[in-house]
Every structure is written in structure tokens, then in C-alpha cells.
């Protein structure tokens, strides 16, 4: 039977049972309208955890005042139903806002008070750059996750490459053993199987026109800077030149590139060239008012 939990003292009391009985727990954190991608993460918890907890919390503190918090899609009942279809044993912990910030929280950071997690000269390049106040939110809403749920292992998706990428240093930086940073997962980006967007929440914002004939131009973009790589060409300009025919028809489609870049996977740092290490090749894009991100690896995993 699938269970779900309101408030921290539930999941609390339920996962001091996991560590008596010598569970795994795996753990999904997501925002819920939950998609193929989410629940892909879903099954890899399922098969290489004993007990599997998912959140679905919208968390204010990762959107800006201008951004979508007030229209990001919430379908509570409909991702209860697609996890059901999973699994009957798997945890879901909806938290209030008031169990996640129980002194309170402003979208505004000028305005925040108290404990938040920043991740220094990090966190202001690639997203960064266009959304400097996202991965402040996102690192400390998942910090109290973790406290709360203490998993032994974590999963995210790729999609989210430099999200992940922050939170497996932020485990590092600090000592986390729920969970330590190799426990912490990074799946392939789930894609449709027809154009290969990547799968987002925030794609139902798109028209079926904008979602099957501009969307998808993005990601080929990003293969066309890929192909570049493997053909052997690994200075920067040469493989943001390769992706210039895609985002260019892109534009001429009404789409709004915000920026498409090479970067360490380190420092995020944009890089001359690919290295013995590798690099991500990144990018986002407007398409009306939505905005997507995505990205492929170049000469590297993770």
C-alpha cells in the first residue's frame, strides 16, 4: 500500500522502522506533475532499494519573484495514481510549506532570514548566470529533505546536469552521509521517443506546434555540437559553431536562445576547449514564455 506522509514527524517515525529493519531507502525529491523522467528514477529507486520515498513539494524558495511559483503545475492526485501503478509500496512525502520553512519564506532573498545553503562560485555560472538565486533554493530545500528522509541513496536526472552536479559537491562539502556522494545518482535525461525532447513538468506549457516543431530543436542543436566532438573537432567555438544551423531555425521559429555553452563539470567554468576530462555542452532556450533547458556530455560521464 502506498504511503502517504504530511508532516516530518510521519516520514520521521517511518524511516527509524527502516534503519531497525536494515532497509535500503532510495529517495526521488520532486516538485510532483510528474512525468516518464520522474518515474524512471522511480523504478531505479525500486530496484536497487529496499524501500523507496518520493517527495512531491513545490519549493518557493528555488523561484525568483518573477518566475512561475503561483502556475507550476500541481497534480497531486495524478502522480498519487501514476506511483500507485509503480509499486504499493512506495513512501510519498508532501510537505506544507510551513513543515519546510518552519520560520517562513520569502521568494525575495534580500528579504530571506536565517539558514541557507550557498554553494560559493558555483552557483552563479551556466543557470546560474540567468537564474542566480535558483541553486541557493534548491541546495537548501534538499539539504532538509535529506535530514528529513536520511536516504541511502538519491536519484536525479541528468536533465538537471548541473543541479546534480552542485548537490553530490554540496554532499562533499559537507560531510552528508545520507547520502554520501557517490550515493547520489545521475540517470540519462528521459526523452520522448519521437522528437527527444527532454522530458520537463514545465513542457505542458507548450502548444502541441511549439512542443513537436520548436522544442525539439534544441536537443538537436546540442547532438549537433555532440557529433562535432566525436568527429574530433574539441575547440569550443568549432562545436558551438556545429549547433548554429539548429538554433538558428529555432529563432526564425520564435524561439529565444539564452545561451548555449561549453563548461568544466568541476567549476562550471566555460572551457576553450574539451579536456582530457571532458565538458557539458549545455544550453536553454524560450520557447513563448517557457523556458527549456537540456544538455549532452561530451568526452565524460557521470
Known sequence: MTRLFRTIEQLREWR??????????GFVPTMGAL????????????????????????????FAPHEDLDTYPRTLEGD?????????????????????YPTGIEQDTHKQ?????EMANLSDKMEGISRPTFFRGVATVVTKLFNVV??????????????????????????????????????????????HLALS???????????????????????????????????RQDILHATTQHTTHAQQQGAKMDYIQLNDASSFKVV???????????????????RLIDNVLLGMSV
Open 16 to 25: 527509524v522502522e527502516q534503519l531497525i529493519n536494515k532497509n535500503i531507502v
Open 80 to 100: 498519487l495514481s501514476q506511483l500507485r501503478r509503480l509499486s504499493n509500496d512506495i513512501t510519498v512525502f508532501t510537505p506544507s510549506t510551513t513543515q519546510m
Open 272 to 290: 576553450d576547449s574539451v579536456g582530457n576530462n571532458g565538458a557539458i555542452l549545455s544550453a536553454a532556450m524560450y520557447v513563448g514564455d517557457t
Open 201 to 235: 513538468s514545465r513542457n505542458a506549457y507548450l502548444s502541441e506546434e511549439q512542443r513537436s516543431q520548436v522544442a525539439p530543436l534544441l536537443y538537436k542543436a546540442l547532438q549537433a555540437g555532440k557529433q562535432a566532438y566525436e568527429s574530433g573537432v574539441t575547440c
Open 113 to 117: 532570514t536565517g539558514a541557507f545553503i
Open 150 to 195: 536520511q536516504p541511502d541513496l538519491a536519484f536525479f536526472g541528468q536533465k538537471d546536469i548541473q543541479q546534480a552536479l552542485i548537490l553530490r559537491r554540496m554532499c562533499k562539502d559537507l560531510l552528508v552521509q545520507y547520502p554520501t556522494p557517490g550515493n547520489l545518482r545521475i540517470s540519462p535525461t528521459a526523452r520522448d521517443p519521437v522528437s
Open 35 to 62: 512525468h516518464q523522467g520522474h518515474l524512471k528514477l522511480v523504478e531505479q529507486s525500486l530496484r536497487e532499494s529496499n524501500k523507496t520515498v518520493v517527495s512531491i513539494f513545490v519549493n518557493p524558495a528555488q
